[in-house]
């Protein structure tokens, strides 16, 4: 059984290392982990019927804000391009995902919204994400969950400029 953090261990103790032989990287830790939430969030889905949503596709979903979202703010969140970030809404309103809105704001943009599948897909996908998250603490106990919230929380202060 590996060494929990709550018994002493630092992360220079950690027995992960990269290909070059140093501990793995606090940013590739957290890739890592949130690989495996996105992952279980598309099993979890194709196993609900929602099996038509790409990896590329669930990135751009996951960013369709409740009132809505101006599709060049989604290719900037996806980290796509406008033309991929179109491509990819014109597939997920053909499926039944999302429906393209006026913008109140602005008659000349488009919001994208969650039309009722979509809807449906984006509760699948919280169920799986508060199963996972109750299992990781289960692993790593609940003091150190919460730590590691709080720290990873601070770091979102310093780089998610879309908080």
């Known amino acids: 059984m590996p060494n929990r953090p709550d018994q002493g261990t630092s992360a220079a103790d950690s027995e992960d290392t990269s290909a070059g032989g140093g501990p793995l990287n606090i940013g590739l830790l957290c890739f890592i982990v949130q690989r495996s939430m996105e992952d279980r969030v598309l099993a979890d889905l194709a196993a609900a019927g929602f099996d038509d949503i790409t990896v590329a596709q669930a990135r751009v979903l996951a960013r369709v804000g409740a009132k809505g979202t101006r599709l060049t703010d989604l290719a900037e969140q996806a980290r796509v391009t406008k033309q991929t970030a179109t491509f990819m809404v014109d597939q997920l309103e053909r499926a039944g995902y999302v429906s393209r809105l006026p913008d109140p704001v602005d008659a000349r943009a488009r919001l994208v919204t969650f039309a009722d599948r979509g809807l449906a897909a984006r509760e699948v996908a919280r169920r799986t994400e508060v199963v996972v998250q109750e299992e990781w603490t289960r692993?790593?106990?609940?003091?150190?969950?919460?730590?590691?919230?709080?720290?990873?929380?601070q770091l979102r202060e310093i780089t998610d400029p879309y908080q």
Do not use: E, K, S
């Open 139 to 153: 692993h790593l106990g609940r003091r150190a969950t919460v730590r590691l919230h709080q720290l990873l929380t």
